[in-house]
């Protein structure tokens, strides 16, 4: 018999599973909005409901430059995973206050300043992404950042 998940892997699991779901072509991202080991929303990222994918008619990339002057691309076409799960949230009227997320890759600058606002208390994730970029805004907040490996 194998052994039982932990509550990080199980919820892991899921949010691997959610990202299966992403329009993106550049990238699979789920996360999983969690208070007291219960679901409270779920997304994933892509476009927003009833306007084409990048998957049907193409990304819509833009490049441009962070604070230290590195270039970054990104689409407009797409919503993050970690917005998509607070708007099914606030559409199905479930609080997030004090909750959890977990998300497939650490969350972007833009992603984390919303969290925070959200009163989420804690983001797990398993890949690094631009997770330097964060820093800064992780000295000045309670919410921290935990990496679960599978």
């Keep these: 018999m194998s052994a039982r998940p932990s509550w990080h892997q199980y919820f892991m699991t899921i949010t691997r599973q959610v990202a299966e779901r992403s329009t993106c072509t550049r990238a699979k991202v789920g996360a999983v909005i969690v208070r007291d080991k219960n679901i409270l929303a779920t997304g994933y990222n892509g476009a927003p409901a009833g306007l084409p994918h990048c998957t049907d008619v193409g990304c819509l990339v833009y490049t441009s430059r ?26 199905n009227g479930a609080s997030i206050r004090d909750a959890d997320i977990y998300i497939t890759h650490t969350p972007c600058i833009h992603c984390l300043k919303v969290l925070i606002n959200t009163g ?27 990496c679960i490996k599978p």
């Design 66 to 91: 962070t604070p230290t002057g590195e270039s970054e691309d990104n689409c407009f076409r797409t919503i993050h995973a970690e917005i998509n799960a607070i708007a099914q949230a606030a559409k």
């Design 120 to 146: 989420i208390r804690r983001v797990f994730y398993e890949h690094e992404y631009k997770r330097p970029t964060l820093e800064e805004l992780l000295r000045h907040t309670d919410v921290t950042l935990e």
